[in-house]
């Protein structure tokens, strides 16, 4: 406390004035100011909280960034979701569908070692992302350089996506193109904390659910489109556009120029809309602070608002359990309900076409119901859906045609609304770091699902006698997605976060 105010006590002013540098403090200080005035009657509006460092830091306590985010406007917000349509390429190809079943294949060994060593790669890729994201996001904040970073890493994202074309079908090739997906995983995943931080530029606490929706679905859209255009153009006909065949590997190589040049222009809009905004230059800090800056951040939010770290671990479990939809639905498809790779393929397109639109019409329930009730009804949904696939799993591909899709309609919804919520919570200037935070806690949990998923068809087995129990491995993943229903449920909803 600083010294004008010791005086005014030991004078018992009525009235103290503000010192310079004194600023709001954590805790519940109405009720401290009440005691100040009924003991020695000073005016509550200029008394001073004393902030220690064990307390809570002010920057979790201010208003939250939606709060004072400039209007919504339709051209900014269709600019800034380009971002999403632009890299979509790299989850969509080349980790789902393209490059991950090329490099996986018999012309780069075994099919268990190169199996084995795609699931070594990625753990690693999460490994770091887990430990990088938070305090990435955080130097972002401080820096104020958030769409600086996310512009270099977007370039960073198309250059390694083009150079997936140096991969050639052969075993001295694999690590080569195991390392530059891994860190491609990577430098994807920081990219999208830098994005999801500057969601307050472009929507409003009011319009905050479409434009999260409309955001994740044009990713499912450009990256189902780039998809059908490659496949086409240069995959499925014995001689594609410019003579390119499949000798050599070279149709998927092109494959992989494609995505990168798709990812260098199409995020051209969202970094001709989206700016860095002046911050109070912060000090420089090593590693070391770096990490103890984050925790104190934990720490303030399980201070200020237990139910947002709540929220965290929610998301955490019930974002795996959606990964594991998509991950593990072409499995499903092919090796229980008798698809073949041809069909696997369109299911994938309508899949994520109806994804996309739905995210899209979810995001406006989003704005009017709130996100939790999203939350909750996709995820719902998705557990009762899971259940018929399961039961009626001997009913052929028709069974999965319209039980899957009804799945992907409550998918991307969910991860909408999962943004949206937090989106809503964060303080101005922390949203990188908090959405590190995101992306760290979802990375710790990601064994859940597959783990599940294998367990239950080893379960089956036991149980059934059978040689194929596959279908038993999607009661794995609605384990997963009720799990996170059941811990989102007391979860409060975003209007009612409040400081404790």
């Known amino acids: 406390m600083c010294s004008a105010v010791v005086k005014a006590f030991a004078q018992g002013v009525r009235r103290v004035t503000r010192c310079p540098g004194d600023g709001p403090g954590p805790g519940d200080p109405e009720r401290v100011l009440r005691a100040l005035r009924g003991g020695i009657g000073l005016d509550v509006a200029t008394v001073p909280v004393v902030t220690t460092p064990s307390q809570v830091p002010g920057d979790l306590t201010g208003p939250a960034a939606l709060d004072v985010a400039p209007p919504t406007v339709k051209r900014r917000v269709l600019a800034w979701g380009m971002w999403d349509w632009g890299t979509q390429p790299f989850n969509t190809v080349i980790t789902t569908f393209v490059f991950s079943v090329y490099i996986t294949s018999s012309s780069f060994g075994d099919t268990n070692a190169t199996s084995t060593a795609l699931a070594v790669s990625t753990g690693l890729a999460g490994l770091f992302v887990a430990l990088l994201a938070p305090v990435l996001g955080q130097n972002s904040d401080r820096s104020g350089r958030t769409v600086r970073n996310l512009r270099w890493l977007t370039w960073l994202l198309a250059a390694l996506s083009a150079a997936l074309f140096v991969v050639r079908p052969e075993p001295a090739f694999l690590w080569v193109g195991l390392g530059l997906l891994a860190v491609g995983s990577v430098v994807s995943e920081i ?83 989206l700016r860095d905004r002046p911050v109070e230059r912060a000090p420089r800090v090593g590693i070391a602070q770096s990490y103890r800056l984050v925790w104190q951040s934990i720490t303030g939010l399980w201070r200020v608002s237990r139910h947002t770290v709540y929220f965290l671990l929610a998301s955490a479990l019930f974002r795996d359990g959606l990964a594991g939809v998509f991950a593990f639905g072409a499995v499903l498809a092919a090796g229980t309900f008798g698809m073949s790779a041809a069909d696997v393929i369109v299911f994938g397109a309508a899949a994520n076409i109806v994804a996309g639109l739905a995210t899209m019409a979810f995001g406006m329930v ?120 059941a811990v989102m449920l007391p979860v409060k909803e975003h209007t009612e976060h409040t400081v404790s």
Not at 419 to 435: D, N, V
């Open 191 to 273: 990219a999208g904390v830098n994005y999801n931080s500057t969601i307050d530029q472009v929507a409003t606490n009011s319009t905050v659910g479409r434009v999260s929706g409309f955001g994740w679905g044009m990713g499912y859209l450009g990256g189902i489109l780039v998809l059908l255009l490659i496949y086409f153009l240069f995959i499925q006909p014995d001689v594609g556009l410019f003579g390119v065949t499949g000798e050599n590997g070279l149709d998927i190589r092109v494959s992989m120029l494609v995505c990168g040049l798709w990812t260098l222009v199409f995020t051209v809009p969202a970094f001709l809309v």
């Open 366 to 485: 989003d704005d009017r119901l709130g996100p939790k009730r999203v939350i909750l009804i996709s995820l719902g949904s998705l557990v009762v859906l899971g259940v018929l696939i399961f039961v009626l799993h001997d009913g052929g591909t028709g069974v999965f045609w319209v039980l899957g899709l009804l799945m992907t309609v409550f998918v991307g919804p969910a991860q909408a609304a999962s943004r949206s919520f937090l989106a809503r919570l964060i303080p101005e200037g922390k949203g990188g770091e908090i959405f590190g935070l995101y992306a760290t806690t979802g990375r710790v949990v990601s064994f859940l699902s597959p783990a599940a998923f294998g367990i239950f068809i080893a379960l089956g087995a036991l149980v059934t006698g059978a040689d194929n129990t596959q279908y038993w491995g999607i009661l794995g993943i609605v384990l997963i997605l009720a799990a996170g229903f």
